[in-house]
């Protein structure tokens, strides 16, 4: 479990890494909000088209294969980001990240929900969302300090870097991701949208799209904020950095809270304290107190990470867990196009203070969902 950690720290990290590069990027060749917007949307692209196909294979030929192809063509992407800097070239890159997040993250929860007994699946969750931490802390900082020191190309080629270990692992050392392939209940072919007909699957499934959708615009709107009051690359790296190291200190206070409270209300609160962060964010000027915001937005949807994963996945029927985790992506990507869009156009024409204010929308729409 901990070697598929590592990699997800690697590939997760240089995912969130570059969404940094391509924001300042495309600020620095003279983008606008809007055009940030779709850029975030690009990256959901082939999430969405993918998704479910990512599940499907790895419920048939393991995990092994999307793992490499989404490692393989997260390191092309940085590396085209490294020879060539141009805006046209960012909607590229940012269609190839998306295609490396979607094969590589569907195969490796896939994997951690099988490995093991099924008493391990709560603690081998708590490991892998403790990395996606990690990557959200190492990711920017790697982005930020290089841009600030060297460039943005060498920025994307420092990205490109850290996909070489879960390379050569997958290449050279594939034994550890080979878990015994369950079959499904019925072998009738059945849509993976009829997945949707089960009520409290379908809630998880539309939260987690709310969820990830304010994540995903924390990432893309923090650097155009920083930016707009004068914040260097490093210092909105270390901002940024701040909100991971938030969301890695719930995975050691997520069992308190959990031996005290239902899942639901420990959902539900936390989403409301995030909402809160992002009600403040844009109204501070300073970055200490922006990076204190920051630590109570990651913490707050930090918490709530695990548990839907790990709901989803409990929820799934035998031998569909891909699919369930391919579905659930793919609302997570249908929410990563059309908010970021949205945010994009609202912050064009009002700036990015009511960007900020969407998400917190997005979180209390997720905390009154949780409680019912």
């Known amino acids: 479990m901990y070697l598929i950690a590592f990699m997800t720290i690697s590939i997760h990290g240089c995912y969130i890494g570059s969404k940094v590069v391509m924001s300042l990027l495309a600020l ?5 909000q809007f055009l940030i917007g ?4 690009c990256y959901a692209i082939m999430p969405l088209v993918l998704g479910v196909f990512a599940g499907r294979l790895a419920d048939t030929i ?4 999307p793992m490499l192809v989404g490692a393989s063509l997260a390191g092309a992407a940085m590396l085209v980001g490294f020879l060539w800097q141009e805006i046209a070239l960012l909607f590229a890159i940012a269609l190839l990240m998306g295609g490396a997040f979607v094969m590589f993250n569907v195969a490796v929860q896939s994997l951690t929900g099988a490995l093991g007994k099924p008493e391990d699946r709560t603690r081998n969750f708590n490991i892998l969302t403790i990395s996606y931490s990690v990557s959200t802390f190492v990711g920017p900082m ?4 290089t841009i600030d020191y060297a460039s943005h190309a060498w920025a994307f080629f420092a990205l490109a870097l850290l996909t070489l270990a879960p390379i050569a692992l997958l290449v050279f050392h594939p034994g550890f991701v080979q878990v015994p392939i369950q079959k499904a209940a019925s072998e009738e072919k059945k849509s993976a949208f009829d997945l949707l007909g089960n009520p409290p699957l379908r809630r998880i499934i539309i939260m987690s799209g709310l ?3 304010a994540w995903e615009l924390f990432g893309f709107y923090m650097p155009v904020f920083g930016h707009s009051i004068g914040l260097s690359a490093s ?3 270390m901002i940024m950095g701040t909100a991971a190291t938030a969301t890695f200190a719930t995975r050691f206070c997520l069992p308190f809270f959990l031996r005290r409270f239902p899942q639901q209300t420990v959902l539900s609160s936390f989403m409301l304290v995030a909402a809160g962060g992002y009600v403040l964010l844009p109204l501070l000027g300073v970055a200490f107190a922006i990076a204190a915001c920051a630590f109570v937005i990651g913490f707050g949807i930090g918490v709530a990470q695990p548990i839907s994963m790990s709901l989803a996945y409990d929820r799934s029927p035998a ?12 609302a997570n990507n249908l929410a990563r196009i059309f908010i970021p869009m949205t945010a994009g156009s609202v912050g064009a024409f009002f700036g990015v203070a009511p960007v900020f204010w969407l998400n917190a929308g997005m979180l209390t729409v997720i905390s009154w969902m949780a409680k019912r």
């Open 28 to 32: 620095e060749l003279g983008g606008s």
């Open 38 to 41: 779709v850029l975030a949307s």
């Open 62 to 65: 393991g995990m092994r294969t």
């Open 142 to 145: 790697v982005a930020g300090f």
């Open 211 to 213: 969820m990830v959708a």
């Open 235 to 237: 210092t909105i790296g």
């Open 319 to 330: 031998g569909r867990a891909g699919e369930v985790t391919g579905l659930r992506l793919t």
